[in-house]
């Protein structure tokens, strides 16, 4: 518990750190009728509050819907839309080419990271909740996210990843990459790409390491 999770420039948690907030995380957002199935979609930098909130659905059994930073108003109306997503979490400094409330009417609440933005949750309220007192039960077939693809011969399309999916994706990585326990890595691609996602973060996380690295701003990141 006490060894070092995940750093973000001069911010390192610890795995009890990690666990604890992704569980103040996964309260905050069931307290906005977020459960089980739920979408939750996330255009954000590579920064601890992407992995919280993957980790807090994973809590929940909602599904982890994240997006790239490339994409604008059109294309992330229209995976909120695909996807069925009921919570818009994003960077504060990303306000300005999300789409119109009106053009993604399913989204219930936006919830902005490190800044306030006019009609947006402050992330700071939703990780002030108390720890969620009961994890939910799943099947490890059961949805843990949906990645897009880059929708180069048409329409984006989701590609539905299992818990057993991301489970068995780090046990690949660390048998055939030859991964010891206790690993440093690097996040130098988007958490948002299931390469990072499921590449890097998780199967480092899994081997009781540490990702750290760099984001697009000024600053490490995750």
């Not at 979609?41 to 659905?57: G, K, P, S, W």
């Not at 780090?170 to 958490?191: E, N, R």
């Amino acid at each position: 518990p006490d060894r070092s999770a995940l750093s973000d420039g001069a911010t390192t948690l610890t795995y009890a750190e990690l666990d604890g907030t992704a569980a103040r995380v996964a309260s905050g957002i069931s307290e906005l009728g977020i459960g089980k199935g739920d979408r939750v979609a996330m255009i954000a930098d590579n920064r601890i509050e992407f992995v919280l909130v993957a980790l807090a659905c994973a809590k929940l059994a909602a599904i982890f819907v994240p997006m790239g930073l490339r994409l604008r108003a059109p294309e992330i109306a229209y995976i909120c839309q695909n996807s069925g997503a009921r919570i818009l979490m994003h960077d504060a400094d990303l306000a300005a080419v999300l789409p119109e409330p009106s053009d993604i009417p399913n989204i219930e609440h936006r919830i902005s990271i490190a800044g306030q933005t006019a009609g947006s949750i402050d992330f700071s309220e939703i990780v002030a909740a108390d720890p969620l007192a009961q994890e939910a039960k799943l099947h490890e077939d059961e949805p843990f996210c949906i990645f897009y693809t880059s929708g180069t011969t048409g329409k984006p399309k989701g590609a539905v990843i299992t818990h057993l999916g991301v489970v068995h994706s780090s046990l690949h990585w660390q048998a055939h990459l030859d991964l010891t326990k206790g690993i440093s890595a690097v996040l130098a691609i988007p958490g948002s790409h299931i390469a990072g996602f499921a590449g890097v973060v998780m199967p480092v996380l899994h081997l009781q390491g540490h990702p750290a690295g760099g984001r697009r701003s000024s600053g490490a990141g995750i």
